[in-house]
């Protein structure tokens, strides 16, 4: 697989370590009066759908960035690269 | 008709013309009392629930063809080597109903306890090798420690003074083995046939009616049936056959690549896995190499992986058998497993009445194939677990009661 950095251009995958779903971006605050609930699924339960995926990728071997990465599971076609930080601040996280 | 010895000569006399289908080919009556989706555990399940538990009225459905998950591509390996007390009794519990199998089913599925060895590299290797033995002896399993002068005698060609991974023993375990793996669908299938029990392949389960909370059958590319219990064992597909039941899981789906040398003369004495990288390998009847490794590692559907991986699988080959290198690969391919987030299975009640689950295998499910069908089938007959499958919950990270076998916390790449 290639993905097509934002920064850097085409990379080979296997410089990349994979993280999982780009929900993980989502960190429950655990000040909230369900966090037990929301850390337990934001921890170990997904969506793990068939086709189309966000995903977290980190730039190990390369610029130690952190990628989304929309990706169809079935295929294994990337589809479209951004760079995690500004997918974040698109979720609202940061503020 | 019983397989024997007499019956292969009358029929080779005979033309071979008296040989009859293995199984029925039904199509779905419009209800059951039990409908378990998916023919590999699941096809073990209907035949134990038939049989031990004395059910009627099972009806399995399929898919795709018998085997076309993951019980007809995996490495068959088969081995009772865990630590925890969560698991180690099931996959012994698994080791005793592999070993009387075949008469049990009147069925050869090329049950071989060839022995598996897991070599390490280290003192603190050898420590953990030890203390894994030692709660395998403890759940009336064997287990013992070899020295390099015994795993010389056993496996010459292994590369002992390597630089960076020298071998220091292995963990043996000799009631460990290989099955083939598709003939174990078939045996079951052919045996629950007999006692009844309606195979339907082709026939895709679309849908789950649920009314107030409980499962009274499902949908299916047949159409509707109706069931009084339904047993989900889709492995590979969990999330996707759950989902329709408003249910998400601690799952991920990932895929495995497995591979096959070409044919060589007997060469290994058995299963052998590499303790400093992901490396395991056995050699079929027919003389092939059979190794894999490691997952791939994304999130995956496609039944086939990418070339970093089968470049990382043959560096352990290398490793440790060097050898194996100037053996062509002749085939390979890839399945698509239920990753949990602790490499650990799932054979549990679910939140809605009348609909079980079985899955989370992870890339060690054939082993467990037969203890996992008699678990399930415990589980839809009586409602309740089996006493070796009682951990294998749905809710213990909730209860953060992991089965964290590695030690290393929850993530979906384990096994
Ligand atoms: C390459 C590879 C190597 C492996 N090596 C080993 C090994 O050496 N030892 C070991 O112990 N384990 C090994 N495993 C793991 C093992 O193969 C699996 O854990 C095990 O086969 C899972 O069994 P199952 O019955 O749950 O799944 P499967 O055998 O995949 O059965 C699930 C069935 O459900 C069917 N299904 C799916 N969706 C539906 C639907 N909607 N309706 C109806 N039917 C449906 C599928 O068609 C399939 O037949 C390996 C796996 C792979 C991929």
Same mark, same amino acid.
């Given at each position: ?13 296997a ?7 780009v ?9 909230? !009066? ?49 760079? !995690?930080?500004? !997918? ?8 | ?41 699941? #096809? ?30 995996? &490495? ?29 089913l ?10 598996? #060895? ?10 953990a ?6 709660? #395998? ?7 013992e ?12 060609f ?70 009084g ?16 039941? =408003? ?39 027919k003389? =092939? ?25 043959c560096?352990?080959? #290398?490793?440790?058998m ?65 006493? &070796? ?27």
């Amino acid at each position: 697989m290639i993905i097509n950095h934002p920064l850097l251009g085409p990379r080979d995958a296997a410089e990349f370590t994979y993280l999982g779903d780009v929900s993980l971006i989502n960190r429950p605050d655990w000040k909230d !009066a369900e966090a037990e609930r929301k850390f337990h699924d934001y921890l170990y339960l997904r969506d793990n759908p068939a086709g189309e995926h966000r995903e977290l990728w980190y730039h190990e071997q390369g610029d130690r960035s952190w990628l989304v990465v929309t990706r169809d599971t079935v295929t294994h076609e990337v589809k479209r690269v951004e760079l !995690a930080r500004e !997918a974040a601040l698109a979720m609202g996280r940061g503020k | 008709m019983r397989y024997s010895a007499w019956h292969i000569l009358k029929q080779g006399l005979t033309g071979n013309k008296g040989w009859q289908p293995m199984w029925r080919e039904p199509e779905p009556k419009p209800a059951y009392d039990f409908v378990i989706v998916g023919a590999g555990h699941g #096809m073990a399940a209907a035949y134990y629930l038939a049989k031990v538990f004395r059910a009627k009225r099972i009806a399995v459905l399929e898919k795709g063809w018998l085997g076309s998950g993951n019980t007809g591509r995996n &490495t068959t390996i088969i081995r009772s080597n865990y630590l925890m007390p969560a698991n180690q009794p099931f996959y012994e519990f698994s080791m005793k109903l592999w070993e009387g199998l075949e008469q049990e089913l009147n069925y050869n599925s090329m049950v071989s306890q060839r022995g598996i #060895m897991n070599v390490f590299h280290s003192d603190p290797q050898r420590d953990a090798a030890a203390r894994r033995g030692n709660a #395998m002896l403890f759940s009336g399993a064997d287990a013992e420690l070899l020295n390099t002068d015994d795993l010389r005698r056993k496996a010459p060609f292994l590369d002992f003074e390597n630089a960076r991974f020298p071998i220091k023993g292995a963990l043996w375990q000799p009631r460990g083995g290989t099955v083939r793996h598709d003939a174990v669908v078939w045996g079951y299938a052919r045996a629950a046939d007999a006692l009844g029990v309606d195979i339907i392949q082709n026939c895709e389960v679309t849908g789950f009616q649920i009314q107030d909370g409980v499962c009274t059958g499902v949908e299916t590319s047949k159409g509707p049936v109706r069931a009084g219990r339904v047993g989900v064992c889709v492995a590979g597909s969990s999330s996707r056959v759950m989902e329709k039941a =408003g249910i998400r899981l601690p799952v991920e789906s990932h895929v495995l690549q497995a591979f096959v040398s070409e044919g060589l003369k007997p060469a290994l004495p058995g299963v052998i896995t590499f303790g400093a990288g992901h490396f395991y390998v056995s050699q079929s009847d027919k003389g =092939g190499l059979v190794f894999g490794g490691d997952i791939d590692g994304y999130n995956s559907y496609a039944q086939r992986g990418n070339l970093p991986t089968v470049e990382d699988v043959c560096e352990g080959g #290398m490793a440790l058998m060097p050898f194996i290198g100037r053996a062509r690969l002749l085939r390979m391919w890839g399945g698509v497993m239920d990753m949990s987030m602790d490499g650990s299975p799932f054979i549990d009640r679910t939140a809605i009445t009348g609909l079980y689950f079985n899955g989370g295998w992870c890339y060690g499910g054939f082993k467990a194939t037969p203890a996992s069908g008699y678990c399930m089938a415990h589980l839809l007959a009586h409602d309740r677990s089996h006493a &070796t499958a009682s951990q294998f919950r749905l809710d213990r990270f909730l209860r953060g009661q992991l089965i964290d076998e590695k030690g290393v916390g929850a993530q979906p790449n384990l096994h």
